[in-house]
């Protein structure tokens, strides 16, 4: 009886019988075969706030009360912003859905700049992980106005 396993079943090189790999190894295994990739939802949100930012016309993201804490954090030392303040997301194996809370300046084409956004955070999802974006919900909550202050806490009257 031999300690090999036989070149001619499979095996390239003689080893011993009790370390007999399974499954497809070696250099002409595809490498997306070869373990697994789990994406955080923090992640994506990341990556869906970047692209939303990046759109002419988004002022901000975020409700109301979100936006109104984000000022509050962003004020503090060593703080800094949250760009996944307003998104929100659900991350499977293979696909994500994105939900988004915008405030859009005065004067852009609400429905042009959802599209905008939409292309614009599919683009960069589905090119930096991979997973198939089945959906991009987008909630205006605000227009911003020229002539409005952005949502910021007073420095008080002592400095």
Do not use: C, F, W
């Not at 939303?52 to 109104?68: K, N, Q």
């Amino acid at each position: 009886m031999s300690d090999t396993i036989n070149p001619s079943a499979g095996g390239s090189a003689s080893r011993p019988a009790d370390t007999a790999l399974t499954g497809q190894t070696g250099a002409g295994t595809a490498p997306e075969t070869r373990g697994r990739t789990t994406i955080a939802d923090s992640v994506v949100e990341k990556i869906a706030g970047m692209a939303t930012r990046e759109v002419p016309g988004i002022h901000s993201l975020g409700s109301g009360m979100a936006r109104t804490l984000g000022a509050v954090t962003d004020k503090v030392p060593g703080g800094r912003a949250n760009v996944t303040r307003g998104v929100k997301v659900e991350v499977g194996e293979r696909q994500a859905a994105v939900d988004l809370d915008v405030v859009v300046e005065y004067g852009v084409a609400i429905v042009d700049i959802a599209a905008d956004v939409r292309t614009s955070v599919i683009t960069a999802v589905e090119r930096m992980t991979g997973l198939e974006v089945v959906e991009v919900n987008i909630t205006v909550d605000d227009v911003h106005l020229p002539d409005e202050e952005d949502e910021e806490v007073g420095d008080g009257r002592v400095q």
